[in-house]
């Protein structure tokens, strides 16, 4: 799974790698807390289903990734590759005030290389 922002791959979540049974405990505490309901958006959630947790969780990752908090980023994108495991990308733009998240579920990203290409001077041949 990978977090983008801003059309930059910022985070590789490799889900091979088993997490320690102390980090199972916390993303298992943040879906206790979770269970009290919380506020997405301008709505308040009484019962929240795997999506609207998920919308949260995406929320407090996109908040970690602006503020470079190292253990939110962890904990929040454990926590996402854990409980969806389909989700292939996070998805978050950041201009300004606004933030916008994708969950995406249906395309991965393929590692990217930038190429500058330098064209030949009149005259001369690519060959």
Do not use: C
Not at 72 to 85: D, G, N, V
């Amino acid at each position: 799974m990978q977090v983008i922002v801003n059309g930059q791959s910022e985070v590789e979540y490799d889900r091979n790698k088993p997490l320690p049974e102390r980090q199972m405990e916390y993303l298992d505490k943040m879906d206790t807390e979770m269970d009290a309901g919380f506020t997405l958006g301008d709505e308040k959630i009484e019962q929240p289903d795997l999506m609207q947790r998920a919308q949260f969780v995406a929320g407090y990752l996109a908040q970690a990734m602006i503020s470079d908090n190292d253990q939110m980023i962890a904990a929040s994108s454990s926590w996402l590759a854990q409980r969806l495991p389909d989700l292939k990308q996070v998805k978050i733009d950041h201009a300004d005030e606004r933030i916008s998240i994708d969950l995406v579920f249906n395309e991965e990203r393929v590692n990217q290389v930038k190429v500058d290409l330098q064209m030949p001077s009149k005259g001369k041949s690519l060959h």
